[in-house]
């Protein structure tokens, strides 16, 4: 109430030295000081533009107050500094809002953080709105951090190799090349804004300094130092000859955990059988030319084993199920991950709702996806989920393998390469081109017999496609 009756004195002309010096000896001066010096500064912090307008209206409270005031003086200089250090921290700020910065976007509700793996541009380059500036790379994904304004890269506050978390700011960008000429080193920054600050914030900032280079009166120290403490870090092999020293990416290590725990989680078993390829072979040779020409891309053989896969799922239930704590969670719905490897790491997307795609759908979705995940740009949601997972070796020319269950995955299907080997067919002795497929699975949640039926259900559909029409 107090002070809202001083601001419609001055508001109104009057004198409000004279009514703060009746209040002062109607004895209310304690009460009047903490409440005055809490709402100043509320309102000194609030608008620091406006701190010329209080510092005189502080000047005339002062100036006719005959009893000591030194804890109004304190509380005034401490807010007079308060809206110095306001302005002073933004050195890089124009009052048109030229200079942009650019931030870490958010990058997904497991990811709390990555690092900073290179700069696409240079500083002085121009860029366009949501053009990449930078990489991050995540134990999942890598994500660009595109440029939020059309301009000018004025500076990077970040370095390659720095862990930076959502809403990190590491560039900082000008709308207009006037704004990246006016930039200097931070040095000359502090001396300009020093240089700009009015005359009573320069007896502050002297006094300041007084204070600071005032003697301090330190304790003697003792002549005893504990020892120092040496971190304890996991013992490294000494250096040899030519032998070099790189760290993991987040992506190796993220798979490496991930591989580890499923060995350490699982109970896994993997069975074999040999599949005959011929009649899927010469499908893709009699309808290459006409699939491409009516769905504009080539006829593999994963898009073939992906059926055979998901009517294998779908004779046995249970090898798309997954153990949950004390229960079974059966999933009615077939996504099919597919492994991809990479040079950063193994990915593995997800064909989402396979078992209602054809051949074609498959061949497609597969081709974006791996095009995604040669060039890094794939998101979080292309590889979360998953029931089941196909992991194809045989590009790579591997014979045999076991492979490892992708979590919360409880099975995975191994493809080999495809060698000719002697088959007796009819009686006779003939040369075949046979591939091995593999199948690692949960033995806590599927038994030998579901296992054998679903990989032998591979067999029987890879080696005669027409099943998949007939369901038989």
């Known amino acids: 109430m107090m002070l809202g009756v001083i601001r419609r004195r001055v508001s109104c002309g009057g004198s409000s030295a004279s009514f703060l010096g009746q209040s002062l000896r109607a004895g209310r001066f304690v009460l009047f000081t903490s409440r005055f010096s809490s709402i100043v500064e509320k309102k000194i912090l609030l608008q620091p533009r406006g701190i010329g307008h209080v510092r005189d209206f502080c000047h005339l409270i002062l100036s006719s107050c005959a009893v000591s005031l030194r804890p109004t003086r304190e509380v005034v200089a401490g807010i007079q500094r308060e809206a110095t250090m306001q302005i002073w921290s933004r050195p890089f700020s124009s009052d048109n809002g030229d200079l942009i910065d650019a931030v870490v976007p958010f990058m997904g509700e497991s990811i709390t953080d990555g690092t900073l793996a290179k700069f696409l541009k240079n500083p002085g380059d121009k860029v366009e709105v949501d053009e990449p500036i930078a990489q991050i790379e995540t134990d999942k994904v890598t994500i660009d951090v595109a440029s939020p304004e059309a301009g000018v890269i004025q500076k990077f506050v970040a370095k390659e190799g720095d862990t930076v978390e959502p809403g990190t700011k590491i560039a900082v960008i000008s709308k ?37 280079t005032a003697p301090v009166t330190e304790k003697p120290k003792s002549s005893f130092s504990p020892p120092p403490k040496h971190a304890a870090t996991e013992p490294q092999l000494p250096p040899k000859e030519r032998e070099r020293r790189v760290p993991m990416t987040r992506l190796r290590k993220r798979v490496a955990t991930r591989l580890k725990d499923s060995q350490n989680t699982f109970a896994m078993l993997t069975t074999f059988n040999e599949v005959d390829m011929t ?32 009517s294998g799922l779908q004779n046995q239930p249970i090898i798309n199920a997954v153990i949950d704590g004390d229960d079974i969670i059966y999933r009615d719905y077939i996504d099919i991950s597919i492994a991809v490897g990479t040079p950063k790491g193994l990915v593995v997307p997800v064909i989402r709702n396979a078992d209602k795609m054809n051949f074609a759908e498959i061949e497609k979705e597969i081709n974006t996806l791996a095009k995604k995940a040669n060039d890094g740009s794939l998101s979080i949601d292309e590889m979360a989920g998953g029931s089941f997972t196909i992991s194809n070796g045989g590009v790579y020319g591997s014979l045999l393998s076991t492979p490892i269950i992708n979590p919360p995955q409880s099975a995975i299907l191994g493809m080999h390469s495809i060698v000719t080997r002697p088959m007796v067919v009819g009686g006779n002795i003939v040369p075949r081109p046979v591939m091995y497929i593999a199948l690692t699975y949960d033995h806590r949640l599927i038994d030998g017999r579901e296992a054998v039926f679903f990989l ?7 080696e005669d496609p027409r099943r998949l029409l007939l369901d038989v």
Do not use: W
């Open 176 to 212: 207009s090349a006037e704004g990246v000429a006016q930039v200097a080193p931070s040095e000359k920054t502090s001396e300009k804004a020093a240089s700009s600050l009015s005359p009573p914030t320069e007896k502050i900032e002297k006094q300041k300094q007084k204070l600071e």
């Open 279 to 310: 009649n899927l072979m010469k499908l893709r040779s009699d309808y290459k030319e006409a699939f491409v020409e009516k769905h504009g891309v080539k006829l593999g053989f994963m898009s073939g084993f992906v059926k055979a896969a998901v």
């Open 456 to 462: 032998r259900r591979i067999k029987d559909v890879v």
